[in-house]
């Protein structure tokens, strides 16, 4: 059986959890079936680690100014992506940047389409800000005709597989099989060295808080920075935030760092994405993660810092309550929003001030914060498993392409 990934991103352009997915699941499917990645961007070295890799470009007259050119720009490497793949038995697709791609390819050569889906962009609606409104409705009809369309719909959590059957009332729920993240706990561990942190200016000797992520609104990225000055002023915060959606959001989070750096200080950003090595050293020596997303499918981030062995508090929106434990991995902070599509929460301030809160629960009481560290490693290597994700996947494979 050979199978071929659509997805935006692949090593070494990977920024999102998407791209942690794609990466990690090729590697597993590798060792069981043929697999071919097709990807976005410039030439990859045609194989790594027993998986093809191609990669697509835009077409060039597509990038005239105008909001939605983006969109169309993304399509078109879509329509690229689907030449050349009348050998494979199953084509997958990862997030709407590629969920037409699948779509067509099953058509062209009439093999079944898997689709995963990472977030959905009817509830995703900043995505305008990025792509334009114009934009954001061709991002809706990607999504929406690949899904519809797929012979199999993976969710990554339960409450992701709520979610597509509330946006998509078409599909059949038989279609949809929940099959989660997964972690390389060989590869995400506790890392004692401290040169990272050194050469960033975190001081290994006094407590801190730390956040990994995009800048983009469903990483509550603004609302963490509220919640910092409600913090304990003597502990480190410790920003790796980068590859902002828009300049808008930039320049918010901009804004608010500085309003944090000038009001309660301790505040180190980095503002970039970070290589794996890096990101695993700075999650190991952290006193607790946080993850304050208004919007998260699943939040393959939190696995990576229990995995590094950290406790964790996050927000207890989608299926992050399926991955952190509440009061044994972490703490989870409610959410309570009056639209259901943007998430905003009801009370910012509040919400800020209960994620402090939290926060400061642990960073007063080191031995509870390693106590929920040790468990959330035990609790990624016992169910969160890329071996696992890999067997269930070849598995809705093979009862497709019979």
Not at 35 to 47: D, L
Request: glycine share 8%; hydrophobic share 40%.
């Amino acid at each position: 059986m050979k199978v071929c990934l659509l997805s935006r991103e692949y090593p070494p352009d990977v920024y999102g959890g998407a791209g942690v997915h794609v990466e990690y699941l090729a590697r597993g499917l590798a060792r069981k079936i043929g697999v071919q990645v097709r990807c976005f961007g410039t030439a990859r070295p045609p194989s790594d680690g027993g998986v093809e890799v191609r990669a697509f470009q835009p077409w060039d007259e597509l990038a005239f100014d105008a909001p939605y050119s983006g969109a169309l720009q993304t399509m078109s490497v879509n329509l690229a992506m689907t030449v050349g793949l009348e050998e494979v038995d199953v084509v997958h697709s990862h997030t709407w940047y590629t969920n037409f791609a699948g779509h067509l390819t099953k058509l062209l050569n009439g093999v079944p389409h898997v689709a995963t889906t990472h977030s959905l962009e009817p509830l995703r609606p900043w995505k305008a800000e990025q792509l334009g409104s114009g934009g954001y409705e061709l991002s809706r009809f990607c999504e929406r005709t690949g899904l519809e369309g797929a012979d199999a719909v993976i969710a990554v959590s339960s409450a992701m597989r709520a979610d597509v059957l509330d946006c998509y009332p078409a599909l059949d729920p038989e279609r949809v099989e929940v099959i989660h993240n997964g972690i390389d706990t060989d590869e995400y561990k506790p890392d004692p060295a401290t040169d990272v942190l050194e050469s960033y200016g975190v001081d290994p000797a006094v407590p801190y808080v730390i956040f990994v992520g995009r800048i983009t609104r469903q990483k509550g990225i603004v609302h963490l920075l509220d919640a910092m000055l409600h913090l304990d002023s003597d502990a480190q915060l410790v920003l790796c935030a980068g590859a902002p959606d828009t300049d808008e959001i930039a320049r918010e989070v901009a804004d608010r760092v500085e309003m944090v750096r000038e009001q309660r200080g301790n505040i180190i950003w980095i503002d970039k994405m970070l290589g794996k090595p890096e990101v695993i050293q700075l999650l190991s020596h952290a006193t607790v993660f946080c993850c304050p997303s208004i919007y998260e499918p699943l939040g393959i981030v939190n696995l990576e810092a229990m995995a590094c062995g950290t406790a964790v508090v996050a927000t207890a929106t989608g299926g992050i309550p399926e991955v952190v434990e509440e009061r044994v991995t972490g703490y989870l902070v409610p959410l309570d929003f009056e639209d259901p599509v943007t998430r905003s929460p009801r009370d910012p301030e509040w919400f800020a001030r209960d994620f402090a809160e939290r926060l400061d629960e642990l960073l007063a009481d080191p031995a509870k914060a390693d106590a929920f560290g040790e468990a959330g490693r035990r609790r990624a290597v016992e169910h969160f498993s890329w071996d696992v994700v890999a067997d269930r996947t070849t598995a809705l494979y093979e009862g497709l392409a019979r």
